[in-house]
């Protein structure tokens, strides 16, 4: 059983930066892929950006690209989503997920995973 917190969420101002970070404990997961998602009021929940556990490969949503960076500690079982340039349209609850790790399968589908933490509420104002 692996267990996953998030922590690092709040309120920001438009254009400002955060830097969320996960957790994990239980069944060591430096194999696993690891990845955030957010889900807005309303809407369904989606992919923010992901990083494979074997060969450490990351990905991010279009919307996020060179704005949000995806990274790893595996000493400190942990995973970091530095966001900067944060928009209002980020304004969302983060969630941190883990799976076995499974290059066959789409990193981006939050279907696939196994695990997830109960989510930090960021806010970006305007």
């Known amino acids: 059983q692996v267990q996953l917190a998030e922590s690092g969420g709040g309120l920001v101002q438009d254009g400002g930066s955060l830097s969320l970070s996960c957790a994990t404990s239980?069944?060591?997961?430096?194999?696993?892929?690891m990845a955030w998602f957010r889900q807005a009021p309303g809407k369904a929940r989606e992919f923010v950006a992901g990083?494979?556990?074997?060969?450490?490969?990351?990905f991010y949503a279009e919307d996020v690209k060179g704005r949000f960076t995806i990274s790893r500690d595996n000493a400190k079982s942990s995973v970091t989503l530095q966001m900067n340039s944060l928009k209002p349209e980020d304004t969302a609850v983060y969630y941190c997920?883990?799976?076995?790790?499974?290059?066959?399968?789409?990193?981006?589908?939050?279907?696939?995973?196994?695990?997830w933490g109960r989510g930090t509420q960021v806010t970006v104002s305007s």
């Open positions: 239980g069944r060591t997961v430096s194999n696993n892929d």
């Open positions: 997920a883990a799976r076995r790790p499974n290059i066959l399968s789409t990193i981006r589908d939050p279907a696939q995973y196994d695990y």
């Open positions: 990083i494979r556990g074997r060969g450490g490969h990351t």
